[in-house]
Nanobody
Framework: VQLQASGGGLVQAGGSLRLSCAPS????????MAWYRQVLGRQRELVAR???????IYADSVKGRFTISRDNAKNTVYLQMNSLKPEDTAVYYC?????????????WGQGTLVTVSS
């Protein structure tokens, strides 16, 4: 299993970014998928989920600004982030929901850094 997020970068407040994740070893349409984020020194938090049936759930802090989606043909999960705020600055990870469990612990692939300047 490999989980690698991409699409991060530096953006000004109010701007937009789209993150992508095309995992190997995981079929997105057969799993609840999610985006998480982590600020250095803080606990990782769940940002958005897309369930197997297509329903989506968002953290209150991003509701109305972020949209999670899934392309089954490409086995890819996206996170469209609009109206970005400095407090959205974090490393963003994609994973299953709950996180993929491997070798006795949660497995996290490579995240992508999003930096929002004020």
């Amino acid at each position: 299993v490999q989980l690698q997020a991409s699409g991060g970068g530096l953006v000004q407040a109010g701007g937009s970014l789209r993150l992508s994740c095309a995992p190997s070893g995981i079929i997105c349409s057969a799993n609840h998928m999610a985006w998480y984020r982590q600020v250095l020194g803080r606990q990782r938090e769940l940002v958005a989920r897309i369930l197997i049936g297509g329903s989506t759930i968002y953290a209150d802090s991003v509701k109305g600004r972020f949209t999670i989606s899934r392309d089954n043909a490409k086995n890819t999960v996206y996170l469209q982030m609009n109206s970005l705020k400095p407090e959205d600055t974090a490393v963003y990870y994609c994973n299953t929901a709950p996180p993929y469990f491997k070798n006795g612990r949660d497995y996290w692939g490579q995240g992508t850094l999003v930096t929002v300047s004020s």
